[in-house]
Structure formats: structure tokens, C-alpha cells
């Protein structure tokens, strides 16, 4: 019953946060602003957004096609189809609880390809590695490009004082997690270790294959259509299709964070998108917008696919 609830509250917390933040958001918002919003929906060029989604559904097929490298590495064949039905069904998954899609995507393929869960996950661990080291260069990027607006962003809605606190929780944490894990004997810490030896099978095999250079290119591959997916968005609203490469780059990023530590981003990415465009001197209402068509525009594409692989998942999956 208390895993029950854990789960449930893991599940609805965020989305009535999200939804609290919406309702506060638009009741700020006069009548005329509201109008000016809709405006903007009502007006975008849908031939970007189509464009948009048609990059979207790409990277799923270079993500699906990448993984068979570090799926290789460990002595599985699973073939591109069972692997893009994986990635649909992550992505789908992630919606109700966040980095869930992980642990479905190795689930998948433990249950109609007969990988061992630990090494499948630990795959996707060196997949998320190496995405996470992409990640970090377009941050750097984007501070280089922008520092002073940046600053001038995290100092107003996140106080110093909090992030030191936060600083000093996460180090104590850590100290802690390292210290039970080399040394306590309880049944529970010496599972988990034995788990690990199968993760690191999985997490370094793509140091360990031999084909890293087509792992690169479709790692390339994935993030150029994160990209392109969201500059043909931006550029769909005349107010933001303008914006420069740095602006763009860091809305990207911002969006990015919000759509991996929540529900897919519901209620948080269009308001964060219009706070940080809102620094550009981009009009909120336009940002409001463009983060709405953004955020329902990759929700019908991430349901879609992943109601179809859920379908498709028990004909195709089936061994011949």
C-alpha cells in the first residue's frame, strides 16, 4: 500500500504542480494579454511545426538505430524495429513518471529479446553518459554566449543562499551513498552491488566497441534534431523567428532540463520559455505561445508513437 501511494504521488504531485503553476500564470494574464496569446497560436505557421515533428519522430529512429552499437558490445542482436518500439515506449513512460522510460526500454527487451535487465539498463546508462556530456558542452556554450543575461536570470529566481544550501545536502549525500556502499554489509547495499557489475558491463561498452565512430555520428545525429526540431518551432511564431543563435540555444537548453526532471515538462516548460525569452525582449505572451505549441505539439508525437508501440510491441516482439 505505502509503494502504492509512493508511486501514485509520484505520478499526480507534479502534474498539479504543474497545473497550480498554469492556473497562477494565466490568472495573471489580463484579457488583452490572453487575446494577444491566442493570436500568436492562431497566426504560427504550422508548416514549421510539421516540420518540427517530422525531425522529432528522426530522432527517435537515430536513437533506436545507436543503440544496437552498445546492445552489440554485450552480445545482443535486437534489431532496429524491437529497439524503436523500446524508445517509443520511454518516452511515453517518462510522461507519467520522469527517467522512468529508462528501466522500460531495458524491461522491453528482457522480456521478448531475453537481454539481462542489468546489462540492457547499463547500455542505456553509456548511452545517457555520453548524451549527458553533449548536454553539458551546449550548457557551456550557452553561458559563453549569454553569461550576463544568464546571471542576471538564475540570481533573480534562484538565490545564492539556496544554492548553497542545496551545494552542501548534495555533497553530505554523497559522502554518505559512497561510505554505505564500500562498507556496509546490509543485504540490500551488497544487492545493488551485485547489480553494478552487470551496469558496467552495459555502461562501458561503448568505450569498449569497436565501431564508435558510427556511435558518434548518430549521438551527432540526435542532437542536431533535438535542434533543428526546436528552431523550426521557433521559427513558426513571427515574434521569435528572429531570435539569434545564442537566444535560441539557451531556451533549448532551458526547455531541455524542464522536460527531464518533470512530467515531460507539463506546466513548466511554457512558463520558463516565455521567462527566459522574456529577457530577450521577447513579448511573454509570444513566449507563453511558442512554449505551448512546442510542449503539445512533441506530447501528440510522444503519445502517438508510444500508444502505436505499445500496440505493435506483442506482433513484432514475437520471436519467429
Not at 518540427?52 to 537515430?62: D, H, K, M, R, T
Not at 528501466?103 to 522491453?108: E, G, K
Not at 566497441?209 to 545525429?221: A, D, E, H, R, S
Not at 526547455?255 to 506546466?267: A, D, P, Y
Request: glycine share 8%.
Amino acid at each position: 500500500m505505502r509503494n502504492k501511494l509512493s508511486t501514485y504521488s509520484g505520478v499526480i504531485l507534479p502534474i498539479l504542480l504543474g497545473l497550480g503553476l498554469t492556473l497562477y500564470i494565466y490568472n495573471s494574464f489580463t484579457a488583452t494579454q490572453l487575446a494577444q496569446m491566442k493570436g500568436y497560436v492562431i497566426s504560427a505557421n504550422y508548416n514549421y511545426i510539421s516540420f518540427s515533428l517530422v525531425i522529432a519522430i528522426l530522432g527517435y529512429v537515430f536513437r533506436a538505430y545507436r543503440w544496437k552499437y552498445t546492445l552489440a558490445e554485450i552480445g545482443s542482436y535486437t534489431g532496429f524495429k524491437i529497439n524503436f518500439l523500446a524508445v517509443s515506449i520511454g518516452y511515453f513512460v517518462n510522461l507519467g513518471i520522469p527517467r522512468s522510460g529508462e528501466v522500460s526500454r531495458a524491461l522491453v527487451l528482457k522480456k521478448y529479446r531475453d537481454v539481462p535487465f542489468d546489462k540492457a539498463f547499463g547500455t542505456i546508462i553509456a548511452e545517457r553518459i555520453v548524451d549527458f556530456i553533449i548536454l553539458l558542452c551546449l550548457i557551456v556554450t550557452s553561458i559563453i554566449l549569454e553569461f550576463s543575461t544568464l546571471k542576471k536570470f538564475l540570481l533573480y529566481y534562484i538565490p545564492i543562499k539556496l544554492l548553497i544550501v542545496f551545494a552542501i545536502f548534495c555533497s553530505l549525500g554523497l559522502i554518505a551513498t559512497v561510505y554505505l556502499y564500500k562498507h556496509s554489509k546490509w543485504k540490500w547495499i551488497l544487492f545493488i552491488k551485485s547489480k553494478v557489475e552487470g551496469l558496467k558491463e552495459g555502461a562501458f561498452s561503448v568505450y569498449k566497441m569497436p565501431n564508435k565512430f558510427p556511435f558518434l555520428v548518430y549521438t551527432f545525429l540526435i542532437w542536431l534534431s533535438y535542434i533543428l526540431m526546436f528552431y523550426f518551432a521557433v521559427c513558426s511564431i513571427e515574434a521569435t523567428d528572429s531570435m539569434s543563435l545564442g537566444t535560441t540555444i539557451v531556451a533549448f537548453v532551458i526547455g531541455g532540463l524542464v522536460m527531464t526532471f518533470t512530467n515531460g515538462g507539463f506546466g513548466f516548460f511554457p512558463v520558463l520559455i516565455a521567462k527566459i525569452l522574456l529577457l530577450y525582449g521577447i513579448p511573454e505572451q509570444a513566449g507563453n505561445a511558442l512554449g505551448w505549441i512546442i510542449w503539445i505539439s512533441q506530447l501528440i508525437i510522444t503519445v502517438l508513437l508510444g500508444v502505436f508501440s505499445f500496440l505493435a510491441l506483442p506482433i513484432v516482439g514475437k520471436r519467429k
